[in-house]
T-cell receptor
Framework: NAGVTQTPKFQVLKTGQSMTLQCAQDMNHEYMSWYRQDPGMGLRLIHY???????DQGEVPNGYNVSRSTTEDFPLRLLSAAPSQTSVYFC?????????????FGNGTRLTVT | KNEVEQSPQNLTAQEGEFITINCSYS?????LHWLQQHPGGGIVSLFMLSSGKKKHGRLIATINIQEKHSSLHITASHPRDSAVYIC??????????FGTGTRLQVFP
């Protein structure tokens, strides 16, 4: 099993550019989520989904967009990149909602916005 | 103030030492997770628990619901245990709250 596949691993953007971070899982997990990790701070939830067609905002959703058209895929879109979005991004999935089952993480995307 | 507090922030140990990492949270939870983040950046789930104690190899996780506290113990530590250990809690919602992590370095 591939688990959670996240691409790209590294990305450099200029301010104002847009891009999509891809996330796919092959475990038939209902719950998928996106986090950002910044120095000195815990992982913070950006957006999450409890099933295909259902998404909701997390703690820091501004500047990001998501969709969940299939169970497998949960892309994260940066609409107009800003330097404050320089961070490491992680996608994660779990069989059910986070309190009840372990999380499986992708390998992360290091994004730099200049 | 973070709803999830970890201590210590940094920890160094000699190979073979017994390690304890602590996690405190503020209100009742439905589950607590311990995660490990290796220097390469990948994050893996070590334990998920809502009561009692779990053991996997040299790792032991305990939780005290009344005291709102959990500990992660590593017995006979090894340099390959060097990583950041992260505690996260679920307050019976779809969202996890993460601690800032404990950076562990084990020297041979």
């Amino acid at each position: 099993n591939a688990g959670v596949t996240q691409t790209p691993k590294f990305q450099v953007l200029k301010t104002g550019q847009s891009m999509t971070l891809q996330c796919a899982q092959d475990m038939n997990h209902e719950y998928m989520s996106w986090y950002r990790q910044d120095p000195g701070m815990g992982l913070r939830l950006i957006h999450y989904s409890v099933g295909a067609g259902i998404t909701d905002q997390g703690e820091v959703p501004n500047g990001y967009n998501v969709s969940r058209s299939t169970t497998e895929d949960f892309p994260l879109r940066l609409l107009s990149a800003a330097p404050s979005q320089t961070s490491v991004y992680f996608c994660a999935s779990s069989y059910s909602r986070t309190g009840n089952s372990p999380l499986h993480f992708g390998n992360g995307t290091r994004l730099t916005v200049t | 103030k973070n709803e999830v507090e970890q201590s210590p922030q940094n920890l160094t140990a000699q190979e073979g030492e017994f390690i304890t990492i602590n996690c405190s949270y503020s209100v009742g939870i439905s589950a607590l997770h311990w995660l490990q983040q290796h220097p390469g950046g990948g994050i893996v789930s070590l334990f998920m628990l809502s009561s009692g104690k779990k053991k996997h190899g040299r790792l032991i996780a305990t939780i005290n619901i009344q005291e709102k506290h959990s500990s992660l113990h590593i017995t006979a530590s090894h340099p390959r245990d060097s990583a950041v250990y992260i505690c996260a809690v679920s307050y019976n919602t779809d969202k996890l709250i993460f601690g800032t992590g404990t950076r562990l370095q084990v020297f041979p």
